[in-house]
């Protein structure tokens, strides 16, 4: 019996280390660009947002790291409709936990023209303003500054490699001179082009 309750705790330990610590907004006050306030929605299951209005950075850090970890920002996929959020980023960040990378799923805007003054830019605005919480939290959060990237799946694969290339345009107050250079990019099945050739 007492086997049982120690493996019973071994693994609600276990499963809880995986599990994301907090979710952060991105935007301490006036979200940039931004109209109207909008208001998130998601499925019943919890699995796809179709709206965000409150961008946001769900954290997980690994358990116990040797020394400063690597991060990745992780971008979901959804053709800038919606978020796949679950299969594309939470399950995402807890297998890059499992070997000792800290992951950081954002929930970005979603293009929309009745909230955004300008809505083509408001998903990098959440890219690079990411990027800059993430690598100015690095000391704290146990991060190596320098190993600090972004992945993407489909559309959100488009938006890491607009984040990737468009680092120097800053679309955000920089507030100090914190690099929004991505370390590295991780695109899988992303848009790149919606050019024919």
């Known amino acids: 019996m007492n086997r049982i309750l120690v493996l019973t705790f071994i693994f609600i330990s276990i499963n809880h280390n995986v599990e994301a610590q907090r979710e952060i907004a991105l935007y301490p006050g006036v979200i940039p660009n931004v109209l109207v306030a909008g208001t998130d929605k998601m499925n019943k299951a919890g699995s796809v947002y179709s709206r965000v209005g409150q961008p946001t950075l769900r954290i997980y850090l690994p358990p116990a790291p040797a020394g ?3 991060a990745v ?3 979901a ?5 919606e978020l796949n959020i679950k299969r594309e980023g939470y399950d995402v960040a807890i ?3 499992k070997i000792g990378v800290a992951a950081f799923v954002l929930k970005y805007r979603l293009p929309d023209s009745k ?7 408001s998903p990098l605005q959440d890219a690079q303003q990411a990027l800059k919480i993430v690598r100015d939290s690095a000391a704290a959060w146990g991060l190596d500054k320098n190993k600090i990237g972004i992945m993407g799946f489909s559309a959100g694969g488009h938006l890491a490699a607009s984040a990737a290339v468009h680092y120097s345009d800053l679309l955000i107050a920089p507030g100090n001179a914190t690099s929004l250079r991505p370390d590295f990019q991780i695109l899988v099945y992303p848009v790149i082009s919606f050019n024919s050739e």
Do not use: H, K, L, Q
């Open 115 to 121: 909230t955004d003054m300008d809505p083509s830019i």
């Open 95 to 97: 297998a890059f936990n």
């Open 77 to 81: 996929g959804g053709g800038y409709a």
């Open 73 to 75: 920002i992780i971008c």
């Open 68 to 70: 400063p970890a690597a």
